[in-house]
């Protein structure tokens, strides 16, 4: 199978389908644009490619422009780690606690709603109802025996949810507003004005971050890898140079983009079950994250905003985005979904088989 992906023609063919799902992305992006959504590079590009793909018409692309993208996420989190950050670094504990329990949490609930209600197998329940990021997830289901298909489909419906509605909600709700964030001027600007130097230095965070973080096996490498090295040199004083806003728009096209192909030639049966599943887990994550916000509020002096938007469980490269986006700290948000994905990457290994040995009997029987 390696050796036929890698015959000429097949890679032509394969980034003709990645350019033309991309420039889909893009015209369904700017609409989103044009419509003044909040995120609405990323939520037209989605809405787009999600709909063509459901339609029959094939919207794949290569995983190349998706892992640059991400990357670039990684710069634009690790340009909010300014020096000053580091002195509110020591009050964050408490709250990356409180994640760990939120986690916690909703895994148990997304384990047992999965199982009992969706009837998925054991190891599909499992990695199905964990807070994880998607593509963690799909490795997982790959590694256990999971249906991979039941198992990117629960994770890609609950992201599409989350994705869309966030930022609506909270624009909406006030809750933006109250701090001041969300009001930022979402007109991009055309040109890249970025001084050769500052570039230089992103470009090299960026490349050395992906191969760094990929050797090192960190969790969500394609972001981590990029954002530590973006962050030491922006605390460092190395650079002050933030992403442009054009880039920034091209991130949301890509990711947006490539949300889409997952439900590409997907049954009526699992798309309902999917989305079913998808729906329960979200609602509830989103109900556990109003009380854990409110919480950070009044006892952690985080705004309602700051620390709904820290927990609840979509990607890490796109709540970072979001947070991005809306101008809502996006280091204390990216730091608390970072702390989210290792605890599942981490313990989802070493639970998954004392999880399995125990519903072996029952679904034996």
Known sequence: MHQTLN????????????????????????????????????LGAMAVTMVLAMAGIRVTASPNPRAAMIAVIGLMVGSAFKPEVLGYVGEWWASLVAVA?????????????CSRLGRLDSPTA?????????????????????????????HATRLV????????????SGALAAIGAGSVDRTVHWTIGLPPV?????????????????RLRLPAANL????????????????AAEVPDVVLAVAQIVIGATIGQHFAGVERRLLATAVILGIILTCFSLAT??????????????????GFLALVPGGLPEMSLIAISLDVNPAFVSLHHLCRVVIIVISAP???????????????D
């Open 289 to 306: 994250a109003v009380i854990f916000a409110m919480f950070f509020d009044h006892y952690l002096n985080v705004p309602f905003a700051v």
């Open 198 to 214: 500052d570039a230089a230095i992103l470009l090299g965070c960026a490349v050395l971050g992906l191969i760094l973080g990929r």
């Open 7 to 42: 015959q000429p023609g097949k890679e032509s063919h394969s980034l003709n389908y990645t350019l033309r799902t991309l420039a889909l992305g893009a015209a369904g992006g700017y609409i989103g644009y044009l419509l003044g959504l909040p995120l609405g590079w990323l």
């Open 350 to 364: 070493l639970i998954l088989p004392l999880w399995l040995r125990l519903m072996r009997s029952p679904d034996r």
């Open 224 to 239: 981590t890898g990029p954002l530590v090295l973006s962050a030491a040199a922006h605390l460092t004083g190395l650079t």
């Open 161 to 172: 949810i989350l994705i869309a509605t966030v930022p609506l909600s909270l624009t909406l």
């Open 126 to 154: 499992a990695l199905s109802g964990m807070p994880g990021g998607l593509s963690e997830m799909i490795v997982m289901a790959s590694a256990f025996g999971a249906d991979v298909r039941s198992v990117s489909m629960v």
């Open 101 to 113: 329990v939120y986690t916690v949490i909703t895994a148990a609930f997304g384990v047992f709603t």
